[in-house]
T-cell receptor, first 109, second 116 residues
Framework: GQNIDQPTEMTATEGAIVQINCTYQ??????LFWYQQHAGEAPTFLSY??LDGLEEKGRFSSFLSRSKGYSYLLLKELQMKDSASYLC??????????WGAGTKLIIKP | GAVVSQHPSRVICKSGTSVKIECRSL??????MFWYRQFPKQSLMLMAT?????????EQGVEKDKFLINHASLTLSTLTVTSAHPEDSSFYIC????????????FGDGTRLSIL
């Protein structure tokens, strides 16, 4: 079966750095997305990785290792507004998007 | 860019009512639109995928006669929940994609449906 694993919840301090991991086992791979979802709102697109390595976009970076079936989202200089759920999603061989359950990130002052 | 508008944002209605939700891509042409359902503290559950001018593809377990999807143009898709019951109460979210599957999906703001 297809499976995406993320931690259910993480807590971090304002101004700090946090890394949210995602591991996947899917039938094929055509890329991995990270989305941010604030409570009661729709997801917003953060990043897309299809090649191994680190993609940096401001305070957010996303890393991919295809051989390990592993990705992480790195958030630097955390702000209170970063409190949200972060969803990992993988595009499989049929170009179907497989969603993880999301990681709820709690930022404390 | 890539704005998706979903309307209404909230609906409260009686059991047995049919509810229509609209999803529009405002500044791009959406070759494919998706309808999701999300229960509290759970991830997105894909209900169906629709391509403009063709019938929607429903996920297993989703009743196509209950959740009617119409994708009449490249900028508009509608989801109609027919004869809604309390168990249909949920957060419904649409998304739209312009082009290939590796392009990101852009989401509407969601519709919170409450059936009394």
């Amino acid at each position: 079966g297809q499976n995406i694993d993320q931690p259910t919840e993480m807590t971090a301090t304002e101004g700090a750095i946090v890394q949210i991991n995602c591991t996947y086992q899917t039938s094929g791979f055509n890329g991995l997305f990270w989305y941010q979802q604030h409570a009661g709102e729709a997801p917003t697109f953060l990043s897309y990785n299809v090649l191994d390595g680190l993609e940096e976009k401001g305070r957010f970076s996303s890393f991919l290792s295809r051989s390990k079936g592993y990705s992480y989202l790195l958030l630097k200089e955390l702000q209170m507004k970063d409190s949200a759920s972060y969803l990992c999603a993988v595009l499989d061989s049929n170009y179907q998007l497989i969603w993880g359950a999301g990681t709820k990130l709690i930022i404390k002052p | 860019g890539a704005v998706v508008s979903q309307h209404p944002s909230r609906v409260i209605c009686k059991s047995g009512t049919s509810v229509k939700i609209e999803c529009r891509s405002l500044d791009f042409q959406a070759t494919t639109m998706f309808w999701y359902r999300q229960f509290p503290k759970q991830s997105l559950m894909l209900m169906a995928t629709s391509n403009e001018g063709s019938k929607a593809t429903y996920e297993q377990g989703v009743e196509k006669d209950k959740f009617l999807i119409n994708h009449a143009s490249l900028t508009l898709s509608t989801l109609t929940v027919t004869s809604a019951h309390p168990e249909d109460s949920s957060f419904y979210i649409c998304s739209a994609r312009d082009g290939e599957a590796h392009q990101p999906q852009h989401f509407g703001d969601g519709t919170r449906l409450s059936i009394l």
